[in-house]
């Protein structure tokens, strides 16, 4: 049984949780929001509560950084993959329950930032 998208949504873990779950410091976090790059939930008194979506996203922010991208950049590829994402939701129609999240088609289809395309035979 998997988790509904909407708990997927809900943010339930403080800063410094997050930080730990994805391996990087609290003050980077914070970064990446003063950059745009997520918008985690505040608690009523303002506290930052990350969800398990934004978990995803900070650990493709660090496969961005790793394959060298500054953080101007990843904020234009995390837009280019939503806007991909809305329009293969939209070509695609509604999803059912055998199709697999955009979020799992996107990481398996995701080819590696460091490979070069091989040239045919023809070439």
Avoid: C, F, W
């Avoid at 730990?20 to 003050?27: A, C, E, R, S």
């Avoid at 003063?34 to 505040?42: D, I, N, S, T, V």
């Avoid at 979020?103 to 080819?111: D, E, G, M």
């Amino acid at each position: 049984m998997g988790v509904s998208r909407t708990e997927r949504g809900r943010g339930v873990y403080g800063i410094s949780v997050a930080a730990d779950l994805v391996g990087t410091g609290v003050q980077n976090l914070r970064s990446y929001e003063a950059h745009g790059l997520l918008e985690p939930e505040r608690s009523p008194g303002g506290t930052r509560r990350y969800s398990a979506d934004d978990l995803t996203r900070l650990r493709r922010i660090s496969d961005l950084l790793q394959a060298g991208l500054n953080l101007a950049g990843i904020g234009m590829v995390l837009d280019l993959e939503t806007q991909n994402a809305q329009l293969r939701a939209e070509k695609a129609g509604p999803v059912t329950a055998t199709t697999p999240s955009t979020a799992a088609s996107r990481s398996r289809k995701r080819a590696s930032p460091n490979s070069t395309p091989r040239p045919t035979s023809g070439s």
